[in-house]
C-alpha cells in the first residue's frame, strides 16, 4: 500500500514569496490533515478535511495560508506571502473514516520550508 | 480542553540500557493516548496506542507505555535500548475532539 505523498520536500524562498506544497493521502483515506512543525516543536494541526469539507481549520493564519482538497482525495498548502517564522516542516497526514481510531494517523515525509 | 507533557527535551542512554520517556496528559474526558516516533527528515510513525482496552500497551520495536489514570500519565519504556532507537519521540492526545494534540517531544539519543 503507497503511503501519503508529498512534495516537494525542501524549498527556500525569500519573504514576501509565495510557496505551495501538495499531498496525496493513502487511497481511500478521508480524513486529510497538514500540520505544521517548527524545530523543536511538535506538530501543531493547521487544517483537517473530511473529504473535501473542512472540519477544522481554527490554527490556520487565514491572512497567508490558504489550503484546499478538490474532490476529496489530493490537496494543496499555499502561503502568501511568506514570513521568516513559516521556516518549519509542514506534515500531510490521512486517516480512513472508518476502523481507525480518533487520533491514529498516517504521516507523510513532509515539506521542508526555509523563509529566508 | 486537552494538553500533554514530556519531561525532558533530550534523553540520553547506553545502548543495553532502559529506556524511559516521560509523558503526562491533562484531559477532561477518558483520551485516546499515542506515541509517535520520527526518524531524521522522516514524518511521524505510530509506536503504539492506548484505547483503554488494557492499561500496558505493546508497540513495535519492543517498546511498552503504561496507562497510568491516577497519575495522569502515559511513559514510554524500552528494557534495552539499540543504536536504530535514536529518534525523536512524541506523545499525543485526543479525548474525542477531532484534533490530535502533540507534546513538543523528547529526543533519544543513544550511544555504544
Known amino acids: 500500500e503507497a503511503g501519503v505523498a508529498q512534495s516537494p520536500r525542501y524549498k527556500i524562498i525569500e519573504k514576501r514569496q509565495s510557496v505551495a506544497f501538495w499531498c496525496n493521502p493513502i487511497s481511500g483515506h478521508a480524513t486529510l490533515y497538514w500540520y505544521q512543525q517548527i524545530l523543536g516543536q511538535g506538530p501543531k494541526l493547521l487544517i483537517q478535511f473530511q473529504n473535501n469539507g473542512v472540519v477544522d481549520d481554527s490554527q490556520l493564519p487565514k491572512d497567508r495560508f490558504s489550503a484546499e482538497r478538490l474532490k476529496g482525495v489530493d490537496s494543496t498548502l499555499k502561503i502568501q506571502p511568506a514570513k521568516l517564522e513559516d521556516s518549519a516542516v509542514y506534515l500531510c497526514a490521512s486517516s480512513p473514516q472508518q476502523g481507525a481510531l480518533p487520533g491514529e494517523l498516517f504521516f507523510g515525509e513532509g515539506s521542508r520550508l526555509t523563509v529566508l | 480542553a486537552q494538553s500533554v507533557t514530556q519531561l525532558g527535551s533530550h534523553v540520553s542512554v547506553s545502548e543495553g540500557a532502559l529506556v524511559l520517556l516521560r509523558c503526562n496528559y491533562s484531559s477532561s474526558v477518558p483520551p485516546y493516548l499515542f506515541w509517535y516516533v520520527q526518524y531524521p527528515n522522516q514524518g511521524l510513525q505510530l509506536l503504539l496506542k492506548?484505547?483503554?482496552?488494557?492499561?500496558l500497551v505493546k508497540g513495535i520495536n519492543g517498546f511498552e507505555a503504561e496507562f497510568k489514570k491516577s497519575e495522569t500519565s502515559f511513559h514510554l519504556t524500552k528494557p534495552s535500548a539499540h543504536m536504530s532507537d535514536a529518534a525523536e519521540y512524541f506523545c499525543a492526545v485526543n479525548s474525542g475532539y477531532s484534533t490530535l494534540t502533540f507534546g513538543k517531544g523528547t529526543m533519544l539519543l543513544v550511544s555504544p
Open positions: 492506548y484505547t483503554s482496552a488494557a492499561t
